[in-house]
């Protein structure tokens, strides 16, 4: 390690400039937290070193933190990819993973960053949650107009029109992908072109609910975003909640006024007044709604529902 790792080697940077790039980036974090985590003693690591890995840490926290800032909507999408007008799995999370790994070093009292790289870690959760252009959140399971069409083996295979809650997805993309059925038909149908050389459609603005390969997630993305979402919910009072799964039931009324049925989530102990809930049933669009209406009885196909509460806590229920 100590032959092949110098943290500040533009080598080990992807494309010369992306700091701590997959493998290269685990070993300088593990090498930067080791003593802090009790994995080894002081005495067991080079002092030079260390203090190369935590300056590599701190320098990729100034990068995410000059990019959220220079943003308009505060996230931190390279200039190195906006200079090729392009873009593709950048998610957000990844950024603010790499602010709150920053923001766990010391700083001199008087040049601390941590309260900037808190406002970056917060505008970049925003932005993946909302508040961008499009009004669209790009984590599935959330919002009021949620993504359908992802790039998920099961979500492709399952009976749901939704996807399964909780996958992240890429933040900006460049334009629609290539799909077998259309072709490049759909990218073609935009205007501007998003490849124009003069005025191209806004990129911040181009979103398209369809299978695009540009917005796939792997697991790492996924393990980021978990990882300063834990760390940044358990400065809030919510560390202390206790919270074990509660169970939900589907509950059938009669409909007096239109003779049909209206189907409603009950979970004991649980106020859901202000939850979202969301519906599916085979042969029907998903319904966001607190109770669900139908002419006709579910005798046969599944009827299933999902809560999501203020507080981020989830109920499931299913027919059988």
């Known amino acids: ?120 870690i917060i505008s970049n959760l925003n932005y993946e949650q909302g508040c961008n252009p499009v009004n669209i959140v790009y984590v599935t399971g959330l919002g009021w107009k949620r993504q359908r069409e992802i790039v998920h083996q099961y979500a492709q295979n399952d009976q749901r029109v939704l996807p399964p809650t909780g996958i992240p997805l890429g933040n900006v993309q460049g334009g629609f992908g290539w799909l077998f059925t259309y072709k490049q038909e759909l990218d073609e149908l935009s205007f501007p072109q998003d490849g124009a050389g003069q005025v191209p459609y806004p990129i911040y603005d181009r979103w398209g609910d369809a299978f695009n390969l540009s917005q796939e997630f792997v697991s790492l993305n996924q393990a980021r975003a978990l990882g300063y979402l834990a760390w940044l919910m358990s400065q809030t009072q919510l560390k202390t909640q206790a919270w074990h799964g509660a169970p939900g039931r589907i509950e059938r009324k009669l409909d007096d006024s239109s003779g049909g049925s209206v189907y409603e989530l009950i979970s004991p102990g649980l106020d859901l007044a202000n939850a979202q809930v969301v519906w599916e049933r085979p042969n029907l ?36």
Do not use: H, M
């Open 285 to 320: 669009e998903p319904v966001l709604s607190r109770t669900l209406r139908l002419k006709n009885p579910v005798t046969g196909p599944w009827l299933e529902t999902e809560a999501l509460l203020p507080d981020g806590r989830r109920v499931f229920a299913r027919t059988k």
């Open 1 to 120: 390690l100590q032959e092949w790792l110098d943290p500040s080697d533009a080598g080990i940077r992807k494309w010369g400039w992306w700091r701590l790039f997959d493998a290269y980036g685990s070993a300088i974090r593990s090498y930067a937290f080791a003593v802090r985590t009790g994995r080894v003693t002081r005495d067991q690591v080079k002092p030079l070193l260390l203090e190369q890995c935590e300056n590599e840490l701190a320098a990729a926290g100034e990068d995410q933190l000059r990019r959220a800032e220079r943003s308009a909507y505060g996230t931190s999408f390279p200039e190195e990819t906006k200079r090729v007008r392009t873009a593709g799995w950048y998610f957000s999370s990844d950024a603010a993973f790499d602010l709150a790994v920053a923001a766990q070093l010391d700083y001199p009292e008087k040049k601390d960053p941590r309260p900037r790289l808190l406002e970056a």
